[in-house]
């Protein structure tokens, strides 16, 4: 396409241009990346707690049904990612099933440093991300990770620094996090629902570079608008620290509520 900054060059934009599969506006200068896009050398620092049946169970919308009553959140330091750059992420997720279709995580929050990655999600996913100041530390002998909202550190989260080899095949136990599930909500201008789906997702071309797992610790404070504390500690779990390459590719709709 001759808008595509890629292929150098820009010309007018036509109705063809604006039919075709990853279209984004700007179009001469676009904020959403058309699909597959890689991360590389990602630092992630998963804090798991046990929170409760209850609290969980609300937070999914039907026809979702729990799996557990586990936590995950997932804070990242993305040091290299095409079209988006270096940014922090973080991600909260629960274990869910959809009967007789996909079973994997709920993400309820999420919270990013970059406009562009917010955009993406909310627009592609349906994920409900916000802007936000994830932060991936290392301080002396300790990982630590904290998610910023409003000046508010509404998670903070620790892991002993490199004490044991693990795997990722430690957070499969409790439920496929890799498998990512969204509501994703659009209206008409009017108002009128225009899209009401759950849709799904999974990272390609994983490539774990190396995984330590120990003991964390995690402290939620209240925000209003990163309600992260709805879903309590009642139980620290062990985390992992690993690093990882993976691609974004597309997903599938998995329920359609207008269908």
Known sequence: ??????????????????????????????????????????????????????AVARLLPPPLEPTSDIVMAHVYRMNDTEWLGPYGESNVSLGCRLPGVAEGSYSPYLFLSSDAGVAHGRELHGQPKKLGEPKLELRGDLVVGTV???????????????????????LNKHFDFAENINLK????IDQRPAIRQLTARRLANVVVHECWGGPCTVELRPNAQAPIHRLPVVDMLDGLHWKADFTLVPGRIVHDYLA
């Open 1 to 54: 396409m001759s808008k595509d900054l890629r292929n150098g060059g820009l010309d007018r934009l036509t109705v063809e241009d604006i039919l075709k599969p990853g279209f984004s506006t700007p179009w001469d200068a676009p904020m959403v990346p058309p699909y597959p896009f890689a991360f590389r050398n990602v630092d992630v620092l998963t804090l798991v707690w046990r929170s409760t049946e209850a």
């Open 148 to 170: 910023a909202r409003n000046g508010i550190d509404v998670l903070t989260g620790t892991l002993p620094y490199k004490q044991r080899t693990d795997t990722l095949a430690s």
């Open 185 to 188: 909500v659009i209206d008409h």
